[in-house]
């Protein structure tokens, strides 16, 4: 078409939302479907940091704030930096965005030049790709295979660097698949990029969703050096149920930061001021919420984990964190008679009522995405529904 700019044009709307439109139109319908492509915590935000908000609102906090988001809010994240990570920023240092999405994309837009290449671990989260090709940027793919646990290794990522590599993309705990890199592995990949001088790219958002006795550790503590050629990205929406209200953030570099401060003034000017109140109170306020909602998480996922891997031809690896379980599901659908995972998990939705997202939109062809943030007795019953589906069907 001769509307639409040539950037856009290769733009595909996310699998995760196509799946999910199809599921909502199947319930429309009148089908009694199970969703399990959540991407967000299925908890209300916890009442103090709403009534933060709505008092902030009624003082006259209702205004314009400064682009890269109010100091007393920098300074809110800049002591959790401090106490979670050891890692000290200073306010110029900080960008605070309209979720942790859009300062991944105001991030890119400030480093990336024509055909810069950006190394991005498969699988991935869907919009990695996307956002470094609508600046101008090359994906290039490495795959963390099933039985590295899903993580890359030093080597994998030596073999790819080459004079145009700028940036890695670093996602742990990781969506889809829940692992965590150890601080060894990371300090591992960490001296690869120093001797390269590659950008990191550090994608904390699942932070605060571990489980068992999985530890998270930032890339950006491991030392200073690093610290300096690291960018974390983080934010609000997961860790305290607060997807709707679009706050995320990024530490790091300065002149960085800059670019990203004067990108979003130019765009959309500062990240909801009622909403950055509500994030102050989620950081200074009581943090007993966030362990509660990882407690459930938690308790979910120990109780589905087993009936998952007993469907006929599901191999799951247990996540370390956030709400995803992965399993690859190649021979499950074999069995049932296709070639792709793709076609099965358009069948299961048709014929068990169920949606569950297919591992291609991450990079990954033989697996899919399975979300636990959902009631247990759902998620129970779309197993159910799912073992039953592959029993007949193979
Ligand atoms: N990064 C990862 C890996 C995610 O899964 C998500 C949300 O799905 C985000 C970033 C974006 O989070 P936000 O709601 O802060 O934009």
């Given at each position: 078409?001769?509307l639409?700019?040539d950037?856009?044009?290769?733009?595909?709307?996310?699998?995760?939302?196509?799946?999910?439109?199809?599921?909502?139109?199947?319930?429309?319908?009148?089908?009694?479907v199970?969703?399990?492509?959540?991407?967000?915590?299925?908890?209300?935000?916890?009442?103090?940091?709403?009534?933060?908000?709505?008092?902030?609102?009624?003082?006259?906090?209702t205004?314009?704030?400064?682009?890269?988001?109010?100091?007393?809010?920098?300074?809110?994240?800049?002591?959790?930096?401090?106490?979670?990570?050891?890692?000290?920023?200073?306010?110029?240092?900080?960008?605070?965005?309209?979720?942790?999405?859009?300062?991944?994309?105001?991030?890119?837009?400030?480093?990336?030049?024509?055909?810069?290449?950006?190394i991005?671990?498969?699988?991935?989260?869907?919009?990695?790709?996307?956002?470094?090709?609508?600046?101008?940027?090359?994906?290039?793919?490495?795959e963390?295979?099933?039985?590295?646990?899903y993580?890359?290794?030093?080597?994998?990522?030596?073999?790819?660097?080459?004079?145009?590599?700028?940036?890695?993309?670093?996602?742990?705990?990781?969506?889809?698949?829940?692992m965590?890199?150890?601080?060894?592995?990371?300090?591992?990949?960490?001296?690869?990029?120093?001797?390269?001088?590659?950008?990191?790219?550090?994608?904390?958002?699942?932070?605060?969703?571990?489980?068992?006795n999985?530890?998270?550790?930032?890339?950006?503590?491991?030392?200073?050096?690093?610290?300096?050629?690291?960018?974390?990205?983080?934010?609000?929406?997961?860790?305290?149920?607060?997807?709707?209200?679009?706050?995320?953030?990024?530490?790091?570099?300065?002149?960085?930061?800059?670019?990203?401060?004067?990108?979003?003034?130019?765009?959309?000017?500062?990240?909801?001021t009622?909403?950055?109140?509500?994030?102050?109170?989620?950081?200074?306020?009581?943090?007993?919420?966030?362990?509660?909602?990882?407690?459930?998480?938690?308790?979910?996922?120990?109780?589905?984990?087993?009936?998952?891997?007993?469907?006929?031809?599901f191999?799951?690896?247990?996540?370390?964190?956030?709400?995803?379980?992965?399993?690859?599901?190649?021979?499950?659908?074999?069995?049932?008679?296709?070639?792709?995972?793709?076609?099965?998990?358009?069948?299961?939705?048709?014929?068990?009522?169920?949606?569950?997202?297919?591992?291609?939109?991450?990079?990954?062809?033989?697996?899919?995405?399975?979300?636990?943030?959902?009631?247990?007795?759902s998620?129970?019953?779309?197993?159910?529904?799912?073992?039953?589906?592959?029993?007949?069907?193979?």
């Open positions: 078409s001769q639409l700019a950037r856009v044009k290769a733009l595909t709307p996310s699998s995760t939302l196509a799946i999910t439109a199809k599921a909502k139109e199947l319930k429309a319908q009148g089908k009694d199970i969703g399990l492509g959540a991407g967000e915590p299925d908890f209300n935000t916890p009442n103090h940091i709403i009534e933060a908000a709505y008092e902030s609102m009624k003082a006259g906090e205004k314009y704030t400064p682009a890269a988001g109010l100091l007393s809010l920098k300074n809110a994240i800049i002591n959790k930096f401090k106490e979670d990570q050891q890692i000290n920023y200073d306010a110029s240092e900080v960008f605070v965005g309209s979720g942790a999405k859009h300062v991944l994309y105001c991030l890119f837009q400030a480093v990336l030049n024509e055909e810069d290449e950006v991005i671990p498969a699988p991935y989260w869907v919009s990695y790709p996307e956002q470094v090709k609508l600046a101008g940027g090359n994906p290039v793919y490495i963390g295979t099933e039985d590295q646990s993580k890359i290794t030093p080597e994998q990522l030596e073999k790819v660097i080459n004079s145009k590599t700028k940036a890695i993309i670093i996602n742990s705990p990781s969506n889809p698949t829940g965590i890199y150890s601080a060894e592995e990371l300090e591992a990949l960490a001296k690869v990029c120093l001797e390269n001088n590659i950008l990191i790219v550090s994608d904390e958002i699942y932070e605060k969703l571990i489980y068992g999985a530890k998270h550790v930032s890339i950006a503590s491991i030392s200073d050096e690093i610290k300096e050629q690291t960018i974390v990205i983080n934010g609000v929406s997961k860790s305290h149920s607060m997807t709707g209200w679009r706050i995320g953030y990024a530490g790091g570099n300065k002149e960085i930061i800059k670019a990203m401060t004067n990108l979003a003034s130019h765009s959309t000017s500062n990240p909801t009622t909403a950055q109140f509500g994030a102050i109170a989620a950081y200074t306020g009581t943090q007993e919420p966030v362990e509660e909602m990882r407690a459930a998480f938690e308790e979910r996922l120990n109780k589905v984990f087993e009936a998952l891997n007993a469907i006929p031809g191999r799951c690896i247990k996540p370390q964190g956030a709400f995803y379980l992965f399993p690859n599901v190649k021979e499950a659908a074999e069995a049932c008679g296709f070639s792709t995972v793709d076609e099965f998990v358009t069948d299961l939705l048709e014929k068990a009522n169920v949606a569950v997202i297919p591992g291609s939109g991450f990079g990954v062809d033989d697996n899919i995405r399975l979300s636990y943030a959902t009631d247990l007795t998620f129970e019953t779309a197993l159910d529904r799912i073992a039953q589906y592959v029993i007949e069907h193979s």
